[in-house]
Every structure is written in C-alpha cells, then in structure tokens.
C-alpha cells in the first residue's frame, strides 16, 4: 500500500495569513494527489484533483503543487471559512489512501 | 445539481449486519464509479470500496474484505454497502462519494454525501 505523510497535523493561523500544507507518499504517484476540506456535520469537498487542478467554485486562494512524493497545499490569504481539517488522498492505485489530516484552528 | 444521500445507519451487534444505501442524482449515474469511504470516531479517512459504473467491477479494502460487499442497481441510481460479521472497529461514519472521471475505479472523488452514523457495539 501506498502510505500517506501529512503535516503539520494542527496548524493554528490567524485570518489573512498564508498556509501551506504538506503531503509525502511512499512511492512515486505522478500527479495523482488530492485535496479535501472536511467541516463537521458537512460532506466533504474535493478542492484540487491531479495535483494542481483547482475544483470549480473553489476560490483562487486555495492552490496545489508538486509531483513525484512530494506535494503541497496552499492558502494564500486565510478566510474565516477555511478553518477546516483538510486531508490529501492518492488515486494513484488501490487501495486509496488519505493522509492523516490537518486541522486549521483560529489563532 | 449534483445530490448524493446516505441511508441506512444505526447501532448493531457485534457479529451482525446492515445495509447502507446511497442515492444519487444530477449527473449520468451508470458512467461513473460510486465508493464509499469512512471515518471513524477521531480518525482519519479510510477508503472502503469502489464499484465502477456498470456494476461489473468492484476493489475494497483489506480490511473489509470477505465481509463488506459493494453494489449498485443504475435503475435506481443507488448504490449499496452491504456489511457482514461487523466488529467494533468498523463504527464510523460511512460516506458515499462520486468519482470526479469516468475512469473504471476512478479515485478522485468529487461529490459526496453527508455520511451516515454506523456504530458497533453490544
């Protein structure tokens, strides 16, 4: 199986700061990372697909990099609705596995 | 619009069984795959099992392998989890998830619901 390495696994920030999330695989998955917000009591939401590719409706602050094991989640300006616990999930082959979350808190 | 609805949790017995249900609407339901994922209390996401949009294929976890069995009937745009020889460690909440292409097991998954409660416990 393909493990999942995120960090930070809590990350406290104050609206208007920039964030950046990291996510390591344990074998090469090309551009086959995801990004997930999850909010209590909500379905989750898909935010970036294939590495890079921002979701429709999603805000332009929200962007995705990297390739290879390593990837990254970024913020570029925190708004109150962001803080969430966001996960990063590989497609690459099955069985799908997520990495153990980050939770962003209101500093 | 695109709706995906869990149905189907509640409280069983080690041992026992149930059936979830996830039905969906606003997009052409046979051409994609359908997964459900969980979380249980204050973990991280665990994928399950994925169906791919015939019905023809499925792939699930280890974990629940030989126990949890995935299907779907396109007449209904429903897909279901059937649970057997349930354990503890299987109370979580269960989402069902949309997959974002129309690839065979496709594991980006773009729409889900809101997940429903399964517990475990005697």
């Known amino acids: 199986d393909i493990q999942m390495t995120q960090s930070p696994s809590s990350l406290s920030a104050s609206v208007g700061d920039r964030v950046t999330i990291i996510c390591r695989t344990s074998q090469t998955i090309s551009s086959y990372l995801n990004w997930y917000q999850l909010k209590p009591g909500k379905a989750p939401k898909l935010l970036i697909s294939t590495a890079f590719s921002l979701q429709s409706g999603v805000p332009s602050r929200f962007s995705g990099g990297g390739s290879g094991t390593d990837f990254t989640l970024t913020i570029s300006s925190l708004q109150p609705e962001d803080f969430a616990t966001y996960f990063c999930q590989q497609s690459y082959r099955t069985p799908y596995t997520f990495g153990q979350g980050t939770k962003l808190e209101i500093k | 619009e695109v709706q995906v609805v869990e149905s189907g949790g509640g409280l069983v017995q080690p041992g026992g069984s149930l059936r979830l249900s996830c039905g969906a609407s606003?997009?052409?339901?046979?051409?994609?795959?359908m997964s459900w994922v969980r979380q249980a209390p204050g973990k991280g996401l665990e994928w399950v099992s994925t169906?791919?949009?015939?019905?023809?294929?499925?792939v699930s976890a280890d974990s629940v392998m030989g126990r949890f069995t995935i299907s779907r009937d396109n007449s209904k745009n429903t897909v279901y989890l059937h649970m057997n020889i349930m354990r503890a460690e299987d109370t979580a909440i269960y989402y069902c998830?949309?997959?974002?292409?129309?690839?065979?097991?496709?594991?980006?998954?773009?729409?889900w619901g809101q997940g429903t409660l399964v517990t475990v416990s005697s």
């Open positions: 169906i791919s949009g015939t019905g023809g294929s499925t």
């Open positions: 606003g997009f052409t339901f046979k051409n994609y795959a």
């Open positions: 998830a949309k997959s974002y292409s129309m690839a065979m097991f496709g594991g980006e998954l773009d729409y």
